[in-house]
Nanobody, 120 residues
Framework: QGQFVESGGGLVQPGGSLRLSCAASGFTFRTYAMSWYRQAPGKERELVAAISVAGRISKYGDSVKGRFTISRDNVKNTVYLQMNSLKPEETAVYYC?????????????WGQGTEVTVSS
């Protein structure tokens, strides 16, 4: 359950920034933690960041700490990922999903994702 529409990806130069958005529907958004994942070509999907129900607690993958910021708007049912100082190895398709808590895994169907390409 849960549907997600990711947007905001594109081509960006190394060191650049992008802000991703994910519009969620089909469930009570404000009662679920939310997360961003990414999958690079030939690699497994990995957790990038997650945020608690009220947005007060967030966690990040080690490689993105200090550069990425996750946030959410419980009125718009949208979660965001601000990505700064992007690196070429972060080229991937980025997905969002819902989870019951910060400690649990994704519960919804995966959307199409939004593609991020970091290249000069």
């Amino acid at each position: 359950q849960g549907q997600f529409v990711e947007s905001g990806g594109g081509l960006v130069q190394p060191g650049g920034s992008l802000r991703l958005s994910c519009a969620a529907s089909g469930f009570t958004f404000r009662t679920y933690a939310m997360s961003w994942y990414r999958q690079a070509p030939g690699k497994e999907r990995e957790l990038v960041a997650a945020i608690s129900v009220a947005g007060r607690i967030s966690k990040y993958g080690d490689s993105v700490k200090g550069r990425f910021t996750i946030s959410r708007d419980n009125v718009k049912n949208t979660v965001y990922l601000q990505m700064n100082s992007l690196k070429p190895e972060e080229t991937a398709v980025y997905y969002c999903n819902a989870q019951l808590t910060l400690a649990t895994g994704p519960t919804g169907d995966w959307g199409q994702g939004t593609e991020v390409t970091v290249s000069s």
